[in-house]
């Protein structure tokens, strides 16, 4: 079963940048997901990608700013994050599933993470206005 593992996340001020990485071992999986979770909120989708990196699917709220892709040679997962907003503060976690997933939030938006089986420890993202 793949286990991933996040980094990246730090404190910025408002409009700053962030990249955040997700290694998968062994491989990435057919579906990865980056969610997040502010205090007091419930989990959110941001970004999915397919196998591939052929198609990406993106929460409203962060298309233009955040990107989503992949370095199978790396087994790695990004996530890049410009022009942050202090409403981006929160915990992010990295995920892995199957085509089903990724199918699921294709369909009906981004998820809440109940497809995703495999999950990371999460890295923190603090953005100050």
């Not at 991933?4 to 062994?26: D, F, K, M, N, Y």
């Not at 999986?29 to 999915?48: H, I, L, N, T």
């Not at 397919?50 to 990107?67: E, H, I, M, N, W």
């Not at 370095?71 to 915990?91: C, F, H, I, R, S």
Request: net charge positive; charged share 15%; hydrophobic share 30%.
């Amino acid at each position: 079963q793949v286990q991933v593992v996040e980094s990246g996340g730090g404190s910025v001020h408002s409009g700053g940048s962030l990249r955040l990485s997700c290694v998968a071992s062994p491989v990435i999986d057919s579906c990865m997901g980056w969610f997040r979770q502010a205090p007091g909120k419930q989990r959110e989708g941001v970004a999915a990608i397919y196998a591939g990196g052929q198609r990406t699917l993106y929460l409203d709220s962060v298309k233009g700013r955040f990107t989503i892709s992949q370095d199978n040679g790396k087994n790695t997962v990004y996530l890049q994050m410009n022009n942050l907003k202090p409403e981006d503060t929160a915990m992010y976690y990295c995920a892995a599933s199957t085509l089903q997933a990724c199918n699921h939030w294709s369909l009906a938006g981004p998820e809440r993470g109940t497809r995703f089986h495999t999950w990371g420890q999460g890295t923190q993202v603090t953005v100050s206005s």
